[in-house]
Each structure stands twice: as C-alpha cells, then as structure tokens.
C-alpha cells in the first residue's frame, strides 16, 4: 500500500472484517512475536533512550544487540504486562473504573519503590490519583499527549486479534485513566496494527488498520503517514533514511522525546523501511534515538505480530527474562510470554472473545 502525504473507534464487531488469516505464524506464536518483540525492542532501545543518532554513533557506532551488560526492560515492558494482566481479567468487558481501580491496586495506594524509570504522564497521571482525582480527570496534567499509552497498547491488539476497531475501544478505556487527545490516539494506532498483524495483515494491512482507527486530520495520523511515506522511498543508505524519517516525524528543538504522534511516527516508519523485518525494525527504530526503547518496542510488536515469535533472534529472546518491578514492584515476576498465553486467540476468556 502505497500513501501520500495528504492521505472514534466504533463498537466491536463493526467496520471491515479482515480477511482470513494467512498461511504463516500460529496466532499463539503471533501472540509471542507481539509481546516478546515489545520487551526485545524495549531492552535494546533502553541505553539509547533520549540520544541524538550522533551520540549513539559515537558510543557504540551502530547499535546491532544490546549493549548493556545486563538487559533488562523499562516501565514500557512493565506497564505492557500491567495492561494484559488487567484485559485478561476483564476482556471486552473492561471499564475505565476497572482501570482506575487497578491503578490504585498495583500502584498508586502502594508505597514502594521510588517508581523509577516512570514517563512523565505515568507520575502526573499517579499524582492526580493520589490527590483523589478520577478519570478522566487524573488525566489531566501536561503529558496526557505521551506515549506512555502506545508503549502498552499491544496487549490489546493480541487480545483483539483479526478487530482492530475493538482494539482501539478497549485501548482508549486504559488510556482514559492516564491520555488524552493524542496520546490516546497513538495507543490507539498501535493496538490496531497489532491486531491487523494477528490475522495474518502484512505492512500494508498493519499500516492502513492503524490510521483507519484515529481522526485523520490527527497529529498522531499526519505523523504516521510522514514516517511511512518518507520510509518508502530509495536511499543510498541506511543513515541516510534513517535521517529522513527522523526528519520527517520530529519537531526540532522540542525538549521532550516522548510525544505519541513522534513515537508512533518513528515506529511505523521504521517497521515500513524494514518491511516488517523483525530485526531491521528494532534497530532501525533504536538507532534513530529519541525516545527509543519506546519506539523500538512498538516496533518490535507490530514486526514480531506479523512474523511471529520464530522472526526475533534467538539470543535476544533468551535475554528476556521475568520483569524486576524497577518501575512497578507489583509486576515483578511476571514474563510477557505468560500474559501473551492468557491473551492469546484460542484461549477461554473473559468477555465473550474467544
């Protein structure tokens, strides 16, 4: 699928229904390559987190594996199995009060911890509950427009797999607790193009379920398609595209890295240049810099949903292990591969979605 530049989700069960699933991946080995491909991606962009690509290049040249010691994923893995645990209690019948009292369950009335390694809208989002405040007042603070929301949303698109109309729904009742505006509609995107991808969409598929999801005169929506388009083209080298993406996505001078419509833009334009190439997408995304465990860690969803769990490299996946609660303490222990086995298609689940 071909875009051009100039290029609210409704109940579930309405809009286009995809097509049958291709031949390829298990859902179950779709569902593993979504949320190992998450924490894969999150742990490799972690030590490039908030860099210019001339800093990367100047530390370690090119990032091509990890280049920590001792890997580990961020509060974007964290908060990743935080949601999945939520849906897989609740299913389609989650409520924003359902949310909210998780937050205060699992994190907000807990007092452990320093709550470290926290984006911004999680601690404004954390504040306001703590003062009492309720959804979607709690998100109300200067950073409802993260990308704390995108960073989660691939539980929801391994849960709703093949609808991604119910992926946004679901998606936007996490978000409403914590985003707003465009930060929801960066969750949005990704829980869609997860959910594309889990019916076997390939690029094109995953990219047009994404925007088919948000407003289109969005920032999140013109962000997207700027990344595509631009990933699109021929370059003489990967620096070089990888220059013109970032180009094309980021506001200059803008102090923070964390905006949805620039994360979901860098991520969706690094999964396009790779063309759903589960390794090229994470380090392509990693290398550009910014917010890059982040951007990698979407990327690496949407990749590891189309190719499944047999595309990420095997000494990636082994580095992934049980989550240390450095952000959550309450998710400490738990693995992202046992939550993609509660979510996964096929399973008896809440909600009526099987």
Known sequence: MELTAD???GPAGHGPALPPPAAGPSPRERAYGALLGLAVGDALGAPAENLRPSEIRRRWGRIEGF??????????????IFSGLLLARHGSELTVAQVEAAWHHWIADLDEGPFRGAGFSE??????????????IS????????DGLAMRAAPFGVYAAGRPLEAARLVA???TVSHDGEGIYGGQAVAAGVAAAMAGAGPAGVIGAALSVIPMDS?????????????QRDYPDVL??????????????????DLAPEAVGLAFGAFTAARGDFRTSVLTAVNMGRDADTTAAVAGALAGAVSGVGAIPPEWAAAIG?????????MRGHHVLDVADLLAPGEDRPGGAS
């Open 7 to 9: 290029s609210p989700p």
């Open 67 to 80: 280049v920590a010691d001792d890997p580990a994923g961020t509060d974007d893995t964290e908060y990743a």
């Open 123 to 136: 601690r404004g989002t954390l504040e306001n509950l703590r003062r009492g405040l309720a959804a979607p």
């Open 139 to 146: 998100a109300q603070h200067r950073h409802a427009w993260s």
């Open 173 to 175: 009742i996490d978000g």
């Open 219 to 231: 920032w999140t929506a013109r962000s997207l398609r700027r990344g595509v388009v631009t990933a």
């Open 240 to 257: 070089t595209m990888e220059r013109a993406v970032r180009s094309s996505v980021v506001i200059g001078g803008y102090p923070w890295t």
């Open 322 to 330: 049980p989550v240390r609660g450095s952000c959550l303490p309450a």
